[in-house]
């Protein structure tokens, strides 16, 4: 018996695609949101983080 097959006897099993779908919108809608939002000052900080300007010179 293929694996599709045992999905097909769960009562309910469509309904898991569409959520995790829904979960995936929601969040990439979330960090679009605090992307636009953000700080400018604080991401050109997090830009900055593997190599600090001290470092480079």
Do not use: Q, R
Not at 11 to 25: D, E, K, N, Q, R
Request: hydrophobic share 45%; glycine share 4%; charged share 20%.
């Amino acid at each position: 018996m293929k694996f599709i097959h045992y999905l097909e006897t769960i009562t309910g099993v469509g309904i898991y695609p569409l959520t995790s779908l829904a979960i995936f919108f929601l969040f990439f809608i979330a960090v679009a949101t605090w992307t636009m939002k953000a700080d400018k000052k604080y991401i050109n900080s997090l830009k900055h983080i593997p190599f600090p300007e001290s470092e480079n010179e």
